[in-house]
């Protein structure tokens, strides 16, 4: 069959892509020109970003065009076929059916991720629902159940960036924090959107699930680099915990963060931060034992010498 996508879908700046399986071709229309370009294998993927063409074939051959036809890389061949692909600025990324992901570097033309094994993520019916890709070239997978992960080049491992069952009053709050116009935002671009779901889970359960989704995108936010990100995400754990009037948890939180040799935190002075948070923490009555022991300390750190 023939697969055809214009402008007008995103798909590529100023040309018209058509995919011929049956002949194994592909042509480029722009300008009122035409012209054509042969594939090895029949096209299972197709993504694009601006003025950048991913083919991703049966055969594991892969193809990277620009807007006028021109192959970027030579055509490369990942030895399995390519179920699923994405492309950012500067980076391509391809799933094949082992499954295993690879990613490469456009500007650089080199491998930043070769043969990463997914198969621990189809354990009891799973399987791989989407794959996302940031202008920095960091991947995100999503799962069927509404889990998604987010690989750390630096530690060499997947990070968990979202889960199910998490309180479903905050379903807002985590989509408000996605769109937030951030500048330089690296996070909130691999967060799926997520929509409240019914779960059986005890209350209990929900409410140390959301915690740890919390907590989790804190760290995350982190190991992108993204402080601005890890700072917000921190704010709105405050405000789940001090709703929630989870005293210990809010307590135990405030003073570590008190307590902590670094005089700079998510990239806002330390005491600042807690300053910031304690405005939170007033917010509910329930939480006043806190607020007023937290802010005694924070008033005897701000006149030490």
Known sequence: GKWVSTQSTGVLRDSRVEVDNKKHMVHFTRAGRTWASALCGSVNTMACADNTLLLGCADGSLYVYNSEGVLLLPALNIGSAITKSAVSDNFIAVISDIPSLFVWNLKEKKNVLKD??????????????????????????????????????????????????????????????????????????????????????????????????????????????????????????????TLQQDDGRLRALLQRLLSSPRDVIHGTGKLELVRELLKIVATNVHCQRVYSDIKQQLEWAQNRP
């Open 116 to 241: 990463e094994r997914l198969s621990s993520f189809l354990s009891s019916g799973r399987n791989i629902s989407s794959l996302l890709l940031s202008k920095d070239g960091n991947v995100t997978i999503g799962m069927c159940d509404m889990t998604s992960y987010c690989y750390s080049y630096s530690l060499s491992a997947w990070m968990l960036l979202s889960r199910d069952q998490v309180n479903a009053s905050w379903y807002k709050e985590l989509e408000t924090n996605k769109s937030q116009p951030l500048s330089d935002q690296v996070l909130g671009v691999l967060l799926p959107s997520q929509t409240p779901t019914t779960s059986s889970a005890d209350p209990q359960s929900t409410h140390l699930n959301t915690v740890c989704l919390l907590e989790q995108q804190i760290l995350v936010a982190e190991n992108l680099g993204s402080l601005p990100e890890s700072r917000l995400w921190l704010h709105s754990l405050v405000r789940y915990i």
